[in-house]
């Protein structure tokens, strides 16, 4: 379990700033949450950036992002404290203190280290070019 940052939104902003905003976003995959009202009240609305760049595809840029977003119709996320995230389902958005500090993120997966056999892979048969293990330890000339 992580918590990654995400890009927080008031519902009550217009879709035009908000659009203008998500251009300088990091990555399409970023999680935006869009938050409707303040303090314990407030109800989260959790989102990728290409997902909300789409739903406001067709909208004015003086639509407010209630109304463009359809958020009553919508079910919202419950949050999390940071102590109870690791039990929590990935998207939760995660307050702290009554600041949204993140959301739940599934873990990286685990990428495996190189062996023997992949750094052989690149072995040449007529000598010409030294291997990718070769190449990496400066041996076999």
């Known amino acids: 379990m992580r918590i990654e ?4 939104v008031d519902a009550t902003q217009t879709v035009g700033p ?5 251009l300088t976003a990091r990555s399409s995959r970023l999680p935006v949450v869009v938050v409707d009202g303040a303090g314990d009240d407030a109800v989260y609305h959790v989102f990728d950036v290409a997902g909300l760049q789409a739903a ?12 463009a977003l359809e958020l009553a119709d919508r079910s919202a996320h419950q949050p999390v404290s940071k102590s109870d995230a690791a039990s929590a389902p990935a998207g939760s958005p995660v307050v ?3 600041r949204l500090i993140g959301v739940v993120a599934d873990d990286l997966p685990e990428q495996k280290e190189f062996t023997e056999a992949d ?3 690149g072995e040449p048969t007529s000598g010409a070019k030294r291997g990718l293990w070769k190449r990496i330890t400066g041996s076999g000339d």
């Open 96 to 98: 702290e203190g009554g």
């Open 18 to 22: 908000t659009r203008l905003r998500l």
């Open 119 to 121: 750094m052989a892979r």
């Open 56 to 67: 406001m595809g067709t909208q004015l840029s003086a639509t407010v992002l209630d109304e």
């Open 5 to 8: 940052s995400v890009i927080a």
